[in-house]
């Protein structure tokens, strides 16, 4: 892991951004992390969108965690932003916005082409950052995750012992393999729904959840789109980690 620049928030909030060989992120620590003990780690998980486009709704989370003792980081996901282009996941993504543009309903192939090869990626991407985190003085364990694609925090929750506890976020498509995936999932989860999210397969978000084998999880529907997820669904959502990571 290699630093590239750093800021501090009028907070006290540390922000280092890094590269992980040629996957860029960004760390925020908050700043009673260097006097006391280690900080507990959330990794947020942005979508496909480039973090230079989510960078806003990112640092606002981040600093929000912070002034909960919690250290934040994400990383950029295979494709996105100023990583080398994808072809087969552009594709992929051509033809899901040709489907809904018809109105036709979107195939289980176009499915699985868009989501199962970003998530064979990402997957091993996110454990070696955590390594690489994990390694730093000022953070310690347990860790948890928040975000989406929601496929992608599945299979961390199921391959990745170091995550205690997960906030997931239903606002993307399902492959059906992902269902017995999701059967295997054994952690503490806490579930965002937007009801209305035009984008989002809501019965595939509930069939979803239902698989879910862990003994504790919650799912919160709040009204609106996708990008409506109201403030008190976010002050739930860090309750929920301060519950189960500290």
Not at 217 to 242: I, R, W
Request: aromatic share 6%; glycine share 8%.
């Amino acid at each position: 892991m290699h630093f590239t620049s750093e800021q501090r928030h009028d907070d006290g909030v540390l922000e280092r951004e890094f590269t992980l060989g040629e996957i860029p992120g960004i760390l925020w620590t908050p700043a009673s992390a260097a006097a006391s003990a280690p900080a507990p780690l959330i990794l947020l998980s942005p979508p496909p969108l480039g973090l230079r486009k989510m960078y806003p709704r990112l640092v606002a989370r981040a600093r929000h965690s912070a002034a909960d003792g919690f250290a934040t980081a994400t990383i950029e996901l295979p494709g996105s932003g100023d990583r080398p282009r994808w072809p087969a996941a552009e594709q992929a993504l051509a033809d899901l916005r040709r489907a809904m543009e018809a109105g036709e309903p979107v195939s289980d192939e176009i499915v699985d082409a868009l989501i199962l090869p970003l998530v064979e990626k990402a997957v091993p991407e996110w454990q070696a950052a955590l390594d690489a985190l994990l390694a730093l003085p000022e953070i310690g364990g347990p860790v948890g995750y928040s975000g989406g694609v929601i496929s992608i925090g599945v299979r961390l929750a199921v391959v990745e012992p170091r995550i205690a506890a997960a906030v997931l976020f239903a606002g993307s498509f399902v492959p059906r393999a992902m269902f017995e995936e999701a059967r295997q999932v054994t952690l503490p989860l806490h579930v965002l729904l937007q009801w209305d999210d035009e984008g989002n397969d809501r019965q595939a978000a509930l069939d979803l959840f239902d698989a879910f084998g862990s003994k504790e999880k919650s799912l919160h529907a709040n009204m609106g789109g996708h990008t409506g997820v109201p403030q008190f669904a976010g002050d739930a959502a860090a309750q929920f980690f301060t519950r189960h990571l500290k």
